[in-house]
């Protein structure tokens, strides 16, 4: 079945370094990508999302990256901080027989080194 | 307050036990979700409703069951616990309008099922 999946499951980037989170999917109907970040002990909380016919968009310290010719997603963080550190998700959103389906990934742990 | 409360943020029970985790969400969004996380496993859609009249399965349903008391609150039962329901359970809204349906996730409630 379709799955999103991610290349590293840790990640340990120094502090005021950039970080790249990477995302593999394998849907190509999916038309919304969407990260999102979860802190210890909490929920996950909503970060960014890229629709399907664009190829970068960015927020504040962070951008998304959209490759759908390898099917591959991306987060950057900039100049990271010691409260980036946290499970990053990333999902897929899609139309499945007329109801929404969202796919997450696994994760990615993300530690910021002081 | 949270936008999403869950409660209890953990329990610990007894197999057999018939356990209710609720939620409840001052969002004022129609969509509410149920999710379960396990390590490595990502989030799994165990039920969703669209709105008070509408409950459906997702993923991993069985061995769940739901309620949609009202709007805001929408609560997970499982009627008989067994010791592979222990995990983090997430209740979450969206309001659906946003094209990626973004959502607004709990704190999480940690049920551990001796």
């Known amino acids: 079945g379709e799955s999103v999946g991610l290349h590293l499951p840790t990640l340990s980037v120094q502090e005021g370094d950039n970080s790249i989170i990477n995302c593999a999917y394998s849907?190509?109907?999916?038309?919304?990508f969407i990260w999102y970040k979860q802190e210890s002990g909490k929920g996950p909380q909503f970060i960014i999302d890229?629709?399907?016919?664009?190829d970068k968009r960015q927020g504040q310290r962070v951008t998304v990256l959209l490759n759908k010719t390898v099917k591959h997603l991306s987060l950057q963080i900039a100049a990271t901080q010691p409260g980036d550190s946290a499970v990053y998700f990333c999902?897929?959103?899609?139309?499945?027989?007329?109801?929404?389906?969202?796919?997450f990934g696994t994760g990615t742990r993300l530690t910021i080194i002081p | 307050d949270a936008d999403v409360t869950q409660t209890p943020r953990n329990r610990i029970t007894k197999t057999g036990k018939r356990i209710m985790l609720e939620c409840s969400q001052t969002?004022?969004?129609?969509?509410m979700y149920w999710y379960r996380q396990d390590p490595g496993l990502g989030l799994r859609l165990i039920y969703y409703?669209?709105?008070?009249?509408?409950?459906n399965k997702g993923e991993i349903s069985d061995g769940y069951s739901v309620s949609r008391q009202a709007q805001a609150k929408f609560s997970l039962s499982l009627e008989s616990a067994i010791p592979n329901q222990t995990a983090l359970y997430f209740c979450?809204?969206?309001?659906?309008?946003?094209?990626?349906?973004?959502?607004?996730f709990g704190a999480g409630s940690r049920l551990t099922v001796l």
């Open positions: 979450a809204t969206s309001d659906g309008g946003s094209g990626a349906n973004v959502l607004t």
């Open positions: 849907n190509s109907a999916s038309d919304y």
């Open positions: 890229i629709r399907s016919n664009m």
């Open positions: 999902a897929e959103k899609e139309l499945y027989f007329g109801n929404e389906k969202l796919t």
């Open positions: 969002k004022g969004h129609d969509r």
């Open positions: 409703s669209f709105d008070v009249k509408d409950i």
